[in-house]
């Protein structure tokens, strides 16, 4: 059956826009009745949730609820070039109220009748959902494979610039798959390649079966196994240590070489410090290592005595000045006296046990400045000196006396009034001396000990006469 064109073309320009545009409406998600400027004048609802939302274009031009990118397409729908232009499909971006934006592939038609335009659009929410969805995916690959390309530009960058030799060698013919530069020297001589060639070659010929079943093992148990054996340069002995890595399909061993010489020294260094310790750690005396603010990091035996506990535990953690009889001040004298020197001798304080009411030991403190793995630590030896009195006790003991008794000769001489002032100007001298004696000159650390501003210190001390032209700076 043959349709003359012609005559359907006639039936299409009989119908009128609201009648088309209902038409399309059960075939399209969006149906838009506009004039020929663009103004719409209605729009047919549909099924497609969410689009509802388009009836805010009645009354107003098309063109104004549109993004930027979206007028220059919209005004080549609404004024076609040619007939083909005209029923070619664009994406139209409308804008929400919500500020975000209805994707719509849309197509115009013109009703000739009462001279419309009709825009028939398809939703593209979930064609847009599925981009961004890629989009997204793209981009974790991409931070992903830089992450991986970093991270092994950092592991390649810590293989060569590792003291210890490293060897890498394909899990099934042995050849050598990366070496780093102390391996390279290790070896073979200066400037030869090693890539590619097998390990046996550097072997010694007596230690290769050694070697053989070193991998052989390693491979079955997946367990790192360490031999000695001997390398054909130089026949030198080193410790053999294989481990079996997978990398997806391919499998591969990491070799580290260490030279028998160096873990002799590693073996007599581990023991000396253990020796070390562990007489610390049994001492008369006590041994506290703290961080830089005076937590404690660890103790010895002695001290836990000392303070009445009984594990190590119980101290860790805890700040040294809780076991110093003057809390508060004694820790911060001795740690800023550090900040000028390297240690501090001879500090006279008392060691009060935990939780107790005793008085406690009467100990000599001397600390020292050090490192941990790059941080501060401070090393505090304790040393119990019993009844001993010290020359600044005696001293003051002295000079107390002779006041004393100097005072009481003047009674009936001179006003109460005058002793009193003389008596009050004795003990500030004594105890801005004795606080001066006690912070080792620290005139900041004094003044904080006296309750006093340092400007308050400076003028009693020209006041008393009391000079020290040899202490050190004031911190």
Known sequence: MNIDPTKIQKHIDNIDAQTAAHLVSHVADAVVIMDQQGMVENVINTQTPGLNALQ????????????????????????????????????????????????????????????KIIAVGKDLRNLANLQQRLVEAQQAIETDYLRLRFAEARYKQLFDLSLTAHVILDGNSFKILEVNPVANELLADSGKKLLGKSMAEFINIDDFPKFQDILNTTRNTNLAKKIQIKLTKNLMPVEFTANFLREENQTVFLINLIP???????????????????????SADSFVVTDSLGTILSANKTFLKMVHLEKREQVIGESFDNYLGRSNIDLKIILNNLKDRDSVNHYATTLVPNESSDVGDEVEISAVKAQLDGMPVVGFSLRRIGPRITQRNRSSDDDVKKTAHKLTELVGRVPLREIVSETTDMIEKLCIMSALDLTMNNRVSASEMLGLSRQSLYIKMRRFGITEPSSPEDI
């Open 56 to 115: 805010k274009l009645v009354g107003s031009y098309w063109i104004d609820h549109t993004a930027i990118d979206s007028k220059k397409k919209v005004a080549a729908l609404l004024n076609p070039k040619d007939a083909e232009e005209s029923h070619r499909w664009r994406q139209i971006n409308i804008l929400m109220a919500d500020g975000s934006s209805l994707p719509l592939m849309m197509s115009t038609i013109q009703v000739y009748k009462d001279n």
């Open 260 to 282: 028998h010489a160096q873990t002799r020294n590693i073996d007599h260094q581990s023991q000396s410090s253990q020796l070390l310790l562990n007489a610390i750690d049994s």
